[in-house]
């Protein structure tokens, strides 16, 4: 069980590294403007601030994750589960944010939810 709800917590994790790429390192360009819905090259410039800032948000919860796992790995189980269950629970809940402050961003809330709520609910049993 530890195997499959690392899996996923690992998932999760990348997926938040590739939000924040997006977010802090691409926002402008024409593929990421196009994901997030934003409709001209103007809106993101002026946005940049906003989502550089997110970006790094999502990158350090990928980090608590990751650092969960250093944690477990080297024989202390009760922090490493604390850390990795509160990153992904904190994944989880952003994603409920996203979509309570803008309904049209359903998909995009449970694309980012999805595998954050698996891992979280799997890391409950381990």
């Known amino acids: 069980m530890i195997v499959v709800a690392s899996i996923f917590?690992?998932?999760?994790?990348l997926l938040h590294v590739y939000i924040?790429?997006?977010?802090?390192?691409?926002?402008t360009k024409p593929r990421t403007r196009k994901t997030f819905g934003i409709t001209s090259a103007e809106v993101a410039e002026i946005t940049k601030p906003l989502a550089y800032n997110q970006g790094?948000?999502?990158?350090f919860l990928a980090i608590g994750v990751v650092i969960g796992f250093v944690l477990l790995a080297v024989g202390e189980p009760e922090a490493?589960?604390?850390?990795?269950?509160?990153?992904?629970?904190?994944?989880f809940v952003a994603?409920?944010?996203?979509?309570?402050?803008?309904?049209?961003?359903?998909?995009?809330?449970?694309?980012?939810?999805?595998?954050?709520l698996i891992g979280f609910v799997l890391f409950l049993f381990v």
């Open 20 to 27: 924040f790429l997006m977010e802090s390192l691409w926002w």
């Open 80 to 91: 490493g589960r604390a850390l990795v269950l509160f990153s992904l629970a904190s994944m």
């Open 56 to 59: 790094f948000y999502n990158l």
């Open 9 to 13: 917590a690992a998932l999760a994790a």
């Open 95 to 116: 994603a409920l944010v996203l979509v309570t402050a803008d309904s049209t961003k359903a998909r995009a809330a449970a694309t980012q939810g999805t595998l954050p």
